[in-house]
């Protein structure tokens, strides 16, 4: 008995203040409102609340801390059922990552449809506008392992389960149009190439490297794809402010049978907009959980993230009126020529209980699909649909990985499948094949609608031979890489043109590099490429090795990012730098302001201490400036107090904040004595960088912050050191 006491002592109680906080030790960016904090998480373990500890197999545990002994001080006895079973559960924990996107965060919502959209489709989750049908969505990176970083240049997937009352419907998608292979059987190839690298695994959530740019400077096909992973897209400032896309031509089916191709769109209401290099850098680092994080918590404060749903139609008769074919994954159908047509929206409210449980096992697969909807011939659909659910017999240790509460239809399934591993339903009755005259034949067939739903494949006619071939019309890989780069903005192409000058400047050898730009860059733009060359020291192409093939469209607006922001500052984040002797009424009058607008401040101290206003009053900070550096925000706002503002001249960490947030280009104002800081930073104001007398209006500060970035600034800030 004496042992154990001791031992008991030295355990921490998971409510007692040390395991409090080193939970909230994790948050590496945000230790304010510890105790609010902990409230919430308390939720995640209710379900254990009032019971027992006890074995998997039922039994009581009396003692959780020591293995039973031959003594005091003897060996360990085998006979200890209690702590074999615990080590076997604990060494079977993990179960293999997924071999791309592996890394990813989810949560629950709903999708509505806007109308009844029967001449499109008999797909009953699009027909009844007010049916919510649940969803699980989980975004992810493709590079990098399980614990790699969030803010990674690389493309995000965009996976999307919809729980029908038909059935499951899987849009896999990602926040790309388009993907680097045409063919599925090159999947391995690009998957083994942009991985880390075998010899040493570098690098980590990154395709800068030399296997990445060998496979795609010799894969011209990749072209597009490669510009758009380049471009600020691959950098997202956040999840919910992505667009998404199905990326194949699919078909939609109505009850009369008739097919229109579709591409689905997922337009974000958060608006569509990224983070810098230089932060993406910074915040792989300082918190790897960036975009976990903020999904997270923008559902728990009631901010939630919403999509929405439109498809591009093309009728069957216009399916080769293009310049392009239309299942070529590698091309987009601009929006231009064919727009978007909304269809409904999709919002997420609730995040996981479990992480483990419902995040990392849930199972995608592009091929359940529902009646209504079906599979156009693009040859990179056409083997996903057979990858996916091979994948998660491995992954998930066997063909029954449809039981998993994640991925069980709300639909019932009688399907005389049986056994296997892991089975959980307990089949009844005798018969497990159909037809039967036991169980009176059932289940039994549908037949397919407009009577009672079963599913039908449309009837597509084909005659051909069996061939291994691309289709010729397949073989433009330029025009519309050169019309992303032709859409963008000046800011977006002077970004596009760093992102290949910094990747191809981590390729090693000589020969991969001008690959790129000679075969590749050059085929796209000249002046892309030239840039580049000179930033790689290589000469400049003159011209591209492929003749320039003259596109219907010469630039498409709705590529550019700088298109498509929301207009507002709703969920934005402003940091309140301040001091002993701030300016209380200035922070209150734009917490104010910002809580009308839908936007949330953070108070940020010298230390986590509390401050005390120039009239006596003491503010509880919501961080000290160093534990929440101005990357984790869109905007600073620092208020006037004579005493405040010398505080933080004199003070480095406010200092470099300032320059940093001026140097990521965003909205900074500068309110009564602080103006006076121009001066220490050496900054001059600009269309972004304000200076205000009093506070009766934060008009020009939120506008500059729905602008999301000063962009006329960049030149400028490049050359400060911050
Ligand atoms: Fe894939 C996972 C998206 C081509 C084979 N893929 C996976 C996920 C997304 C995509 C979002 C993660 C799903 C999740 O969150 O669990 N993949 C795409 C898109 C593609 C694409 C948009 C092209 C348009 N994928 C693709 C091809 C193959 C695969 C051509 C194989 C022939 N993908 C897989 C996989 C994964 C996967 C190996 C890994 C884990 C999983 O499936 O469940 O089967």
Known sequence: MATKKTITNTTTSPNSKTANSELAGTDTLDR????????????????????????????????????????????????????????????????????????????????????????????????????????????????????????????????????????????????????????????????????????????????????????????????????????????????????????????????????????????????????????????????????????????????????????????EEDEHSFDFDILDPTKIIPEELVPVTPLGKMVLNRNPDNFFAETEQVAFCPGHIVPGIDFSNDPLLQGRLFSYTDTQISRLGGPNFHEIPINRPLAPNHSGQRDAQHRVTIDKGRTSYEPNSIDGGWPKETPPAPQDGGFESYPERLEAHKIRRRSESFSDHFSQARLFFQSMSHHEKEHIIAAYSFELGKVERDWIRARQVNEILANIDLELAARVAKNLGLPVPKQGTVPEKTLSLKASPALSQANLLSGDIVSRKVAILAADGVDGGAIAALKKALEAEGARAKLLGPTSAPITTADGKSLVVDASMEGMPSIAFDAVFVPGGAESVKALSANGVALHFLLEAYKHLKAIELNGEAGQLLNALHLEADEGLLLSKDTKSFKAFFAAIAQHRVWAREPKAKAVPA
């Open 32 to 315: 304010g409102n510890t105790s609010a904090k902990l409230d919430s998480l308390e939720q995640f373990r209710s379900d254990a609340t009032g019971q027992a500890l006890r074995t998997n197999q039922g039994v009581k545990v009396a003692d959780n801390q020591n293995t039973l002994k031959v003594g005091e001080r003897g060996p360990s006895l085998l006979e200890d059922f209690i702590m074999r079973e615990k080590i076997t559960h604990f060494d079977h924990e993990r179960i293999p990552e997924r071999i791309v996107h592996a890394r990813g965060t989810a949560a629950h919502g709903y999708f509505q449809s806007y109308e009844n959209h029967a001449p499109l489709t008999k797909a009953a989750f699009l027909q009844d506008p007010g049916k919510k049908t649940p969803v699980f969505v989980r975004f992810s990176t493709v590079q990098g392992p399980r614990g790699s970083g969030d803010t990674v240049r690389d493309v995000r997937g965009f996976a999307v389960k919809l729980y029908t009352d038909e059935g499951n419907f899987d849009l896999v998608g990602n926040n790309m149009p388009v993907f680097f292979i045409q063919d599925a059987i090159k999947f391995p190839d690009f998957v083994h190439a942009v991985k880390p690298e075998p010899h040493n695994e570098i690098p980590t959530g990154g395709s800068a490297h030399d296997t990445f740019w060998d496979f795609v400077s010799l894969v011209p096909e990749s072209a597009h794809m490669v510009i758009w992973t380049m471009s600020d897209r691959a950098i997202p400032k956040s999840l919910r402010t992505m667009q998404g896309f199905g990326i194949h031509t699919f078909r939609l089916i109505n009850a009369e049978g008739t097919s229109t191709f579709v591409k689905f769109h997922w337009k974000p209401k958060f608006g569509v907009c990224s983070l810098l290099w230089d932060e993406a850098q910074k915040l792989a680092g300082k918190d790897t959980d960036y975009h976990r994080r903020d999904l997270w918590e923008s559902i728990e404060s009631g901010d939630y993230p919403e999509w929405e749903l439109g498809v591009q139609i093309v009728a």
